[in-house]
C-alpha cells in the first residue's frame, strides 16, 4: 500500500520567505510527526499530532515554525520569513495511534534557503 | 534529559565481515530502544525494536539486545551483504502521560559494505 508522502522532496528558497511543507500519511493513522534533520545529524522531534489535535509543539524551534492538520490527515508545516539556519531535511512520519505504534516516515522534504 | 550516542562513521566492511555499531543512551524514565535504517534515497525505515531489559529486537540477520545495566543496545550481524550498506541510527522513545511517541535519535552511521 502507499506509504507517507511529502512534497515538495526539496525546496529552496530566498531569506525571508514563506514555506510550506506537505505530508500526507498513511490512511487511517491517527498520529503524525514532523522532525527536522540537519545535516550530519539525527533527526529532531518537532511536534506530534493526534488526528487534529496538536498535542505537543515543544520541538518546534521558533515562533515561525506552525503545523496543521485541519482534518485530521494531511498535515502542512509552515515556516516563516525563512532564515539560514531553517536549511534542513523535514521528515514526517505517522503511526496508527498514539501508543508505541512503530512510526512510518516519508522521504523527507530538503529545504535549502540561500 | 533524554540522549543516544552512537559510534561515528563511516564504517567501511568487506562483504560477508562481522558488524557491530555501538549505541548507549541516557533516558528520563524506562525507554524503548530502536534501530532505524535509511537506504539511499529512501525514508528511515524501523529495523527492530526492544522495550525492555534483557529483550532482543532481530530483523534481517541483525540483532541488537537492550542492556539496562550498560545503557546500551549495540546493532550486530554475522555476515553482511553490499545491500545493508545504508545510514543507521538508534533511536529511544520514554512513555509520557501514557504515550511512547517522541523519538530521540542518535547522529547515524554509515555503513558502505564492499564486495
Known amino acids: 500500500g502507499a506509504g507517507v508522502s511529502q512534497s515538495p522532496r526539496y525546496k529552496v528558497a530566498k531569506r525571508g520567505q514563506d514555506v510550506a511543507l506537505r505530508c500526507d500519511p498513511i490512511s487511517g493513522h491517527v498520529s503524525l510527526f514532523w522532525y527536522q534533520q540537519a545535516l550530519g545529524q539525527g533527526p529532531e522531534f518537532l511536534t506530534y499530532?493526534?488526528?487534529?489535535?496538536?498535542?505537543?509543539k515543544s520541538g518546534l524551534p521558533s515562533d515561525r515554525f506552525f503545523a496543521e492538520r485541519p482534518e485530521g490527515s494531511v498535515s502542512t508545516l509552515k515556516i516563516q520569513r525563512t532564515q539560514q539556519e531553517d536549511s534542513a531535511v523535514y521528515l514526517c512520519?505517522?503511526?496508527?495511534?498514539?501508543?508505541?505504534?512503530?512510526?512510518?516516515f516519508g522521504p523527507g522534504t530538503r529545504l535549502t534557503v540561500l | 534529559g533524554n540522549s543516544v550516542t552512537q559510534m561515528e562513521g563511516p564504517v567501511t566492511l568487506s562483504e560477508e565481515a562481522f558488524l557491530t555499531i555501538n549505541c548507549t543512551y541516557t533516558?528520563?524514565?524506562?525507554?524503548?530502544l530502536f534501530w532505524y535504517v535509511q537506504y539511499p534515497g529512501e525514508g528511515l525505515q524501523l529495523l527492530l525494536k526492544a522495550t525492555k531489559a534483557d529483550d532482543k529486537g532481530s530483523n534481517k540477520g541483525f540483532e541488537a539486545t537492550y542492556r539496562k545495566e550498560t545503557t546500551s543496545f549495540h546493532l550486530e550481524k554475522g555476515s553482511v551483504q553490499v545491500s545493508d550498506s545504508a545510514v543507521y541510527f538508534c533511536a529511544l522513545s520514554v512513555s509520557s502521560g501514557g504515550s511512547n511517541y517522541k523519538l530521540t535519535f542518535g547522529k547515524g552511521t554509515l555503513l558502505t559494505v564492499n564486495p
Open positions: 533516558a528520563t524514565g524506562y525507554p524503548s
Open positions: 512520519a505517522s503511526s496508527f495511534s498514539s501508543s508505541t505504534d512503530t512510526q512510518y
Open positions: 499530532f493526534q488526528n487534529e489535535a496538536q498535542l505537543d
